[in-house]
């Protein structure tokens, strides 16, 4: 097989079954589990696959259905925006991974998959496996406590050096700002 045709495969069964482990892949395709993931490269470059803490999922189509943010309704900015995506297959929308951490928190028993954007990348990221910088000296016009997001544990730690900041794994995060906040709500929410 072709890669582009082992890539079509991977891409069929991931329609049919959402959710797949680079190990089987490999043992289906019989192929390393190397070339699996050379395979999956130009599929999570183009964004069609994201990558999660087990495995890999189709990324959904994003219905522009509401450009609003779920949590506190302001319009969402696409660059630090987050979607969640719903076991019902809806897809919310929030502005800022400040926003995304807080509604998942709320709605967490509904979400399937929680997706945001390398901050410095641009990349779509799952937002389980993301490291988030709280409190950067950095001005993004969001939500307070910021909170930014990177794939990379690496690159976060650089942007903290020149920004400072506190660097948190996803669970860590929403309590981080849950405490932040103080229990009071968001700033920005009407
Ligand atoms: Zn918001
Ligand atoms: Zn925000």
């Not at 049919?16 to 089987?24: G, K, P, Y």
């Not at 395709?29 to 189709?58: A, C």
């Not at 928190?105 to 399937?112: G, R």
């Not at 000296?137 to 650089?158: G, H, M, R, T, W």
Request: charged share 20%; hydrophobic share 35%.
């Amino acid at each position: 097989m072709l890669p582009i045709e082992r890539q079509q495969q991977i891409l069929t069964w991931l329609e049919q079954e959402e959710t797949l482990r680079v190990s089987d892949i490999s043992k289906r395709l019989e192929v390393s589990e190397m070339t699996v993931y050379r395979d999956l490269k130009p599929l999570i470059d183009q964004q069609k696959v994201l990558k999660t803490s087990n495995g890999i999922t189709l990324i959904p189509k994003i219905y522009a259905s509401s450009n609003h943010c779920s949590y506190c309704y302001k319009d969402s900015n696409t660059r630090l925006s987050v979607q969640l995506i719903k076991k019902n297959q809806h897809v919310e929308q929030a502005c800022c991974p400040h926003c995304g951490l807080l509604r998942f928190q709320d709605i967490e028993n509904d979400v399937s998959q929680i997706i945001c954007h390398d901050f410095l990348k641009d990349t779509t990221i799952s937002a389980k496996t993301a490291n988030f910088l709280l409190n950067a000296d950095i001005n993004l016009n969001c939500c307070q406590p910021q909170v930014i997001a990177f794939e990379s544990i690496k690159q976060a730690k650089q942007f903290q050096m020149g920004f400072g900041g506190e660097i948190y794994h996803f669970e860590e995060a929403i309590q981080a700002i849950t405490v932040e906040m103080h229990g009071n709500g968001c700033f920005h929410k009407k």
